[in-house]
């Protein structure tokens, strides 16, 4: 299956006012008719299939047959080497979605999200960081300033899926701040 979006997808991105979340909208983004569901799950992540059913459900996307079909090409493997071909493949995909950009581009959807003066001076600061310790700055000062901002399990939440795509130097950085709860 290849998914392709809709007019109404079409709409929902170029207007930003849909009820998307910034990986629904990346993997709409994503979705052009030529990558497959597996292309898809190595970008987006496992819960791509999901989210690709969801999105048809929802009308942003309609599903389309390869235009040829790919031989199904099953790899030999010995018991030994398909134990740990798993392991070895998932720890690159992790660390790809690693990136300063990620981390970035995330907060600055949820400090969108919040309907704050507050928030939209953060935001503000954050999309004007320009240099990586600027952006850990300002990063470390929406972590700071979002428990006042929301609910404390949605606060723990936000840290969390942060700090799962910034870069593991930068979590570091983080961390000699206080940000990190160790």
Known sequence: MQPRKTDLARDALQAHRAPLD??????????DGQRDLAQL??????EASAMVIQL??????VSTAPAEPAPAAVPVTSPSSAA???AASAAPVTERRRSMVAARIYLL????????????????ALQQSRSDDQVIAALHN???????????????????R???????????QLEQAGVVAG
């Open 22 to 31: 910034m990986r629904q909208r990346r993997l709409l983004i994503l979705c």
């Open 41 to 46: 799950s190595a970008m987006i992540g496992p």
């Open 56 to 61: 048809i459900q929802a009308g942003y996307l």
């Open 162 to 172: 942060l700090f799962e795509v910034l870069p593991e130097s930068h979590l570091a």
């Open 84 to 86: 740990t071909a798993p």
């Open 109 to 124: 959807g949820i400090l969108e999200l919040q309907r704050h003066p507050q928030a939209a001076a953060l935001l503000h």
């Open 142 to 160: 929406a972590l700071d300033a979002l428990p006042g901002l929301t609910s404390p399990g949605y606060c723990e939440r936000v840290r969390q």
